[in-house]
């Protein structure tokens, strides 16, 4: 085992994974770098401690394929460096499909051929994160997983690790699973990772600049569209369900109870798939409101921000919360990293709030 180092397992090796892991290698080749970084350690734990001794996948141009090669593997588009140094000798181990193929990925993931039962990959799963002493579980699933995350949930619960989850499967905010974690005392971060400048925090931050200041919202939207395989797999609008409901609750929690938006004057979700904006995504927000006398007003705002970037400047941070509260033998859903990494979590918290109150719990004061 590595001494000090955080030995994280991850669930789909993406295009996320890829942003993560190849942001981690611009860290350590650039010591002095802190530019994009909310916290540079956490716990005493670097940037660098952060390594990768398992993954699981499907794709049959991953499984097989040493980690530190298969994040390059199409349809990942991240290349901000030529090679990584935190995967060590991890290969790629294969992942029951369950439910994480989409129709519209299913071309471009290209899964393969599955001879092995879920049980039997179970069973290896577990041998893999026991041989590889990891601790903490990143799941990266497309959205729609339902299925194949609550096999990792419950995975993890029996391996001991702690899980992150990334994505807009409940786990962390259902009380049934969250149970689950505290009767183990591990630890999870979920649900549904907030990018670091993405579309959640930056309607977040607007609607509550216009709370504050005693203006009333009657209506917004939040249109984003982008060009990989994640957008591509949110043209199944059955697979939305749950991520609709956790960008919809992450700004409406804002509001005050008494003008709570009705679903007619509130829009917010995945909207297309613009195949060349490769991992580029781009937002358009609307808030139209009235402010002193009655008066209306409205704004828009166009974002356009690396979606990986985006989700690696936060779980990076995720990741470490986890391996702390591991250390201080601290199980459930940790209340404050969930309510300011992520988009639904047990608990929504207004985000500088929740950033006060997340450094205090690092520094162990609350
Ligand atoms: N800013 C962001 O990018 C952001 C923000 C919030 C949430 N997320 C979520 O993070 C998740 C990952 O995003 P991404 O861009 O890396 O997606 P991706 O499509 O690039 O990667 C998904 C990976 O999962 C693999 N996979 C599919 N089914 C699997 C299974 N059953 N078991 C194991 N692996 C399987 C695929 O082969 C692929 O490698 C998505 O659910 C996305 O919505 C991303």
Not at 2 to 13: L, P, R
Not at 121 to 131: N, T, V
Not at 153 to 182: H, T
């Amino acid at each position: 085992m590595f001494m000090g180092k955080i030995n994280v397992g991850v669930i789909g090796v993406g295009n996320c994974f890829a942003g993560l892991v190849q942001g981690i290698e611009y860290y350590k080749r650039n010591k002095t770098e802190k530019i994009g970084l909310m916290h540079e350690t956490i716990g005493g734990y670097g940037i660098e401690d952060i390594r990768f001794t398992s993954a699981f996948d499907v794709a049959i141009d991953k499984v097989g394929k040493p980690l530190s090669e298969a994040i390059y593997a199409d349809p990942n588009y991240v290349r901000w460096v030529d090679s990584v140094s935190t995967c060590g000798d991890t290969v790629v181990k294969e992942a029951p499909i369950l439910d994480g193929v989409g129709v519209y990925v299913a071309s471009m993931i290209n899964p393969i051929k599955q001879k092995k039962s879920s049980a039997e990959l179970r069973k290896e799963a577990l041998d893999e994160i026991k041989r590889t002493d990891t601790e903490v579980l990143l799941n990266y699933l497309p959205v729609g997983s339902q299925k194949a995350t609550e096999f990792w949930a419950d995975v993890s619960l029996e391996a001991g690790c702690a899980f992150v989850n990334c994505i807009p499967v409940f786990i962390a905010s259902n009380k049934r699973w969250e149970k689950r974690f505290v009767e183990k005392n591990l630890p999870i971060v979920g649900d549904d990772i907030k990018a670091q400048i993405g579309s959640t925090i930056t309607h977040r931050t607007l609607t509550k600049l216009c709370v504050d200041r005693g203006a009333v919202i009657d209506r917004t939207y939040q249109i984003n569209v982008g060009g990989n395989t994640d957008f591509a797999n949110m043209l199944e609008r059955e697979r939305l369900t749950s991520k609709k409901i956790s960008k919809t609750e992450a700004v409406r929690s804002l509001l005050p109870e008494n003008s709570k938006l009705q679903d007619k004057d509130i829009y917010i979700g995945p909207s297309d798939f613009i195949p060349f904006l490769g991992n580029t995504k781009l937002a358009f927000i609307r808030i139209e409101g009235r402010m002193f006398a009655n008066i209306p007003f409205n704004m828009e705002l166009r974002l356009e921000v690396n979606d990986k970037a985006n989700s690696g400047g936060v779980s990076i941070d995720a990741l470490r919360c986890a391996k702390l509260a591991m250390d201080r033998k601290i199980g459930g859903a940790l209340t404050y990293a969930s309510a300011y990494f992520m988009k639904h979590p047990p608990i929504q918290i207004a985000d500088e709030e929740a950033r006060k109150k997340l450094d205090e719990w690092i520094a162990g004061v609350s």
